[in-house]
């Protein structure tokens, strides 16, 4: 699998990860966890993305969270990793792959293009079975069985329906949780390990969203507003990758 697709041209503005307070869904707060897997997969957009599975410990009640993130890294629109600011027109590195870099360099130092994809099954939808299938896709298996802290935020959105090509939003909510925020074993973030200084960051994540409810619900008129998913249901397999921008 060529890396390329990770590859940032010179007029792209790269958006590093910064340290900043920003079912039954857990309540937010910091949480031990398992990192199980992370494999690229491909919605059917054509749109690349970053899936990470981590087992989630809560160590006062003793429950046990499966949570997947999906993160997009290379979007089929610009046929590379970035998006087109709206207002300034300028190319920006899209922020899953800046996420997914982040926690690349916390769990082994590399980011994505400088890390090791080896072929693995993994148990996703299929479109053209309409189901879950095993499905061979490029696995970061060096990121496989790290020890780890999310920071987890409970969120209230809008639930979708699909109206002809598109999901959009209605008036029916629903609550989830979303991992803001990556620590190592130690407690330190990236940018920490980066600068070889003491765990900080954390206590200040758990300060800023402790218990606090993130509603991005917004009112719909007419039964639905025109808001399309990012990406849709994932295809089942990766088709080859050509990354470069």
């Known amino acids: 699998m060529s890396l390329d697709i990770f ?24 949480y031990p966890a398992t990192l199980k897997a992370a494999f690229l997969g491909e919605f059917p957009s054509g749109s690349k993305y970053i899936e990470v599975v981590t087992e989630v410990r809560n160590p006062e009640t003793g429950e046990t969270l499966n949570h997947s993130e999906r993160e997009t890294v290379w979007s089929a629109n610009t046929k590379g990793p970035f998006y ?17 870099n ?9 980011t994505l293009k400088e890390s090791t994809f080896v072929e693995k099954f993994h148990t ?30 409970k969120i209230i959105a809008n639930k979708q329906t699909k109206q002809g090509t598109k999901y959009v939003d209605i008036a029916e909510t629903r609550q989830f949780n979303e991992v803001n925020k990556f620590f190592d074993e ?6 920490e390990v980066k600068k070889d200084v003491p765990a900080e960051f954390f206590n200040d994540w758990l300060k800023a969203n402790e218990g606090k409810t993130k ?15 990012a990406g849709g249901v994932p295809s089942a397999s990766a088709a080859p990758l050509q990354f470069n921008t």
Do not use: H
């Open 102 to 110: 982040s926690l690349g360099e916390l769990l082994t130092g590399k």
């Open 215 to 229: 509603d991005k619900s917004k009112a719909v008129v007419g039964g639905a507003a025109g808001v399309p998913t």
């Open 7 to 30: 590859n940032v041209e010179a007029d792209v503005e790269v958006q590093e990860e910064r340290d900043s307070v920003g079912f039954k869904a857990w309540e937010s707060g910091l």
């Open 124 to 153: 996703v939808y299929s479109k053209e079975a309409n189901g879950q299938v095993p499905t061979e896709l490029p696995t970061l298996i060096d990121w496989c069985g790290k020890e780890i802290y999310v920071g987890i935020q």
């Open 186 to 191: 130690t407690k330190r973030s990236n940018l």
């Open 84 to 100: 087109i600011d709206k207002k300034t027109k300028a190319k920006k590195q899209l922020i899953g792959l800046s996420k997914m």
